[in-house]
């Protein structure tokens, strides 16, 4: 459950060493369900997704002190958050020794026998096309899709222009519609 704080009295508390666990604790209740929904939708199994979200929030408490307000404290660690599953799917991809299309074949095996997952058919076959998307385009859409955020957040998350994001988002749609009528 989010908690209603906001994020310049979390800032405020965590620059006093006395209310600095509180601060990072309601951090942690505000914003730990949608990272890692957003973790999750990007490598797909559910203890990766525990993992990362870990290691993202061990990244956030380490440079917070340094975090400088002129960008939004959730667009920050979004940013920390997609690096973290960035840098996890290419070890995943070095590890393995294979492209990352086949990590996406993968993934997708993975969605289809996962206990944690509990979406109907449609969902499945959402999923799996998603996963189809070279690694840009399926940030980007899962992004847009889910988190419905804007052009100029993403923009500012990912350091690409807003025409780029708009175009990606456009292909990603046109590669899941050609995946959905295909599998039919």
């Known amino acids: 459950m989010a908690v209603q704080v906001e994020d310049a009295e979390i800032l405020r508390k965590f620059q006093d060493e006395k209310t600095r666990n509180e601060a990072f604790n309601l951090l942690l209740k505000k914003y730990q369900q949608k990272l890692y929904w957003h973790i999750r939708r990007m490598v797909i199994d559910h203890d990766d997704a525990d993992d990362i979200v870990q290691d993202t929030f061990v990244k956030i408490w380490k440079n917070l002190p340094g975090f400088r307000s002129d960008a939004q404290l959730y667009t920050w660690m979004y ?55 070279p690694e840009k385009q399926r940030l980007v859409f899962n992004m847009k899709y889910y988190d419905d955020m804007k052009y100029e957040e ?14 990606s988002f ?11 009528l295909s599998k039919d």
Do not use: W
Request: glycine residues 4%.
């Open 79 to 133: 940013r920390i958050a997609t690096n973290e599953c960035i840098t996890f799917l290419n070890k995943k991809k070095q590890r393995n020794n294979i492209p990352l299309d086949d990590v996406a074949y993968e993934l997708a095996d993975t969605l289809a026998d996962s206990t944690y997952f509990n979406g109907d058919k449609a969902q499945l076959k959402l999923q799996q096309a998603i996963l189809t998307l």
């Open 154 to 167: 993403m923009s500012d998350m990912l350091g690409t222009s807003v025409g780029a994001l708009k175009a």
């Open 170 to 180: 456009h292909l990603a749609v046109k590669k899941i519609e050609s995946f959905l």
